[in-house]
């Protein structure tokens, strides 16, 4: 299941409640869809891909966006633009910490930085909030100390770059070749396989 963004109707919940209702609603739908035998992203091309093991179309879809109106860069020195990442392949992660989905998806993100990272990966988190408590400093670095983060993550706290990336939900994954060209994207779970074989086609490129 995924999560829309709710810019603007940030709910104040304590950590337990939002949790709590969250999976609740993970719990409801989930039930939901297995009962209508929802195959998720079942018709679409990354998961085809997958399924014949090859790597899906990449279209040039325009330059990268930037990161917009970051409050505060962690894991970095100095903040970072687009333009410091031409010359690498460029993995841009949409997360929020309390987001289960997000957290399914860090160990990939993860790994994806420490093995393809000398080859000219670079992976840059957007940390988006959806609940009060998740726009904390302090909540975030402990978030991204649990799941072994060291590559930049920005904070986005304002929502601008996530508007400048039209993005409606999370996590969302966005791809750019070398000359900081968006390739491709993915929007939640899954499609790990198809995510990496994109990867290393950039890479090689």
């Known amino acids: 299941m995924l999560f829309r963004n709710p810019v603007g109707m940030q709910e104040k919940l304590t950590m337990k409640d939002a949790l709590t209702n969250r999976r609740a609603l993970l719990d409801l739908l989930g039930a939901a ?20 093991g090859s790597a899906p179309p990449l279209p040039l879809r ?17 903040p970072l633009t687009v333009a410091d990442l031409k010359g690498s392949v460029v993995l841009v ?11 399914r998806t860090l160990p990939y993100v993860v790994r994806w930085h420490e ?14 909030p959806e609940f009060a408590y998740e726009r904390d400093i302090e909540n975030i670095r402990r978030a991204m100390q649990q799941h072994r983060i060291t590559y930049p993550n920005a904070v986005d706290n304002r929502f601008a770059t996530w508007k400048a990336y039209n993005n409606e939900y999370w996590p969302h994954l966005f791809l750019a070749d070398r000359q900081g060209r968006l390739r491709y994207d993915h929007i939640g779970e899954g499609a790990y396989n198809t995510t990496e074989r994109v990867i290393r086609t950039l890479l090689d490129a």
Not at 116 to 128: K, S
Request: charged content about 15%; proline content about 6%; glycine content about 8%.
């Open 33 to 52: 869809a297995a009962a209508a035998g929802i195959r998720l992203w079942a018709d679409s091309p990354a998961v085809r891909a997958m399924e014949t």
């Open 62 to 78: 325009g330059p990268l966006p930037d990161f917009t109106g970051i409050t505060q860069w962690l894991n970095t020195p100095k």
């Open 93 to 103: 992660h949409i997360w929020t910490f309390a987001c289960i989905n997000c957290q």
């Open 115 to 128: 093995t393809y990272a000398a080859r000219g990966l670079r992976v840059v988190g957007v940390h988006t």
